[in-house]
């Protein structure tokens, strides 16, 4: 297993956005513990392939108090939303320190594959749906800084290209 470097925002490959995965083969089942690893080192319930810079789409997450329930979801797809939705305080590996409020459906249903290429349904809801579909936009190309106003994104864009000016000197 390795550890990989999660892009941070505004890095335009975040908003490229993920090809299906042709088949779960062996550079897939390598990639997912690697993924798993990165996320549990980061301290996050999720992660992406296109936050390492892999665009494909492979999500994992584990949203267990365990941190011993992870989930991957190999070309997910959402089948069913429930009609309610609630504003989610969330944040995100590729902003760290960056936390604001996101309106999510409350139940989703998502199909997939599984680590082994099984398909998979999942029922979530509470933080599990939230994630999925946080992670999911990662996908599409999309952050979750982008339902943010024009002004509050603007703001955390300078501060994170300020962080890595800073980091980088």
Same mark, same amino acid.
């Given at each position: 297993? @390795?550890? %990989?470097?999660?892009?941070?925002?505004? !890095?335009?490959?975040?908003?490229?956005?993920?090809?299906?995965?042709?088949?779960?083969?062996? *550079?897939?089942?390598?990639? =997912?513990?690697? +993924? $798993?690893?990165? +996320?549990?080192?980061?301290?996050?319930?999720? $992660? @992406?392939?296109?936050?390492?810079? =892999?665009?494909?789409?492979?999500?994992?997450? !584990?949203?267990?108090?365990?941190?011993?329930?992870?989930?991957?979801?190999?070309?997910?797809?959402?089948?069913?939303?429930?009609?309610?939705?609630? %504003?989610?305080?969330?944040?995100?590996?590729?902003?760290?320190?960056?936390?604001?409020? =996101?309106?999510?459906? !409350?139940?989703? *249903?998502?199909?997939? %594959?599984?680590?082994?290429?099984?398909?998979?349904?999942?029922?979530? !809801?509470?933080?599990?749906? =939230?994630?999925?579909?946080?992670?999911?936009?990662?996908?599409?190309?999309?952050?979750?800084?982008?339902?943010?106003?024009?002004?509050?994104?603007? *703001?955390?864009?300078?501060?994170?290209?300020?962080?890595? *000016?800073?980091?980088?000197?």
């Amino acid at each position: 297993m @390795a550890l %990989l470097t999660i892009l941070c925002y505004p !890095d335009p490959k975040l908003h490229k956005v993920a090809k299906p995965v042709p088949a779960v083969d062996a *550079r897939i089942k390598a990639l =997912v513990p690697d +993924m $798993l690893e990165t +996320m549990y080192e980061a301290k996050g319930i999720g $992660l @992406a392939a296109t936050q390492v810079d =892999v665009h494909e789409r492979l999500i994992v997450i !584990d949203t267990s108090e365990e941190r011993n329930q992870p989930l991957v979801l190999i070309n997910p797809e959402i089948t069913w939303t429930s009609a309610a939705t609630h %504003l989610n305080e969330e944040g995100c590996l590729s902003v760290p320190g960056i936390y604001d409020g =996101v309106q999510r459906f !409350d139940e989703i *249903r998502v199909t997939a %594959l599984d680590r082994q290429g099984k398909a998979i349904t999942v029922e979530a !809801d509470g933080l599990l749906a =939230v994630c999925i579909q946080h992670e999911m936009d990662h996908l599409i190309g999309k952050v979750f800084v982008e339902y943010l106003s024009p002004l509050k994104r603007n *703001r955390i864009k300078k501060k994170m290209l300020k962080a890595q *000016r800073e980091e980088a000197d």
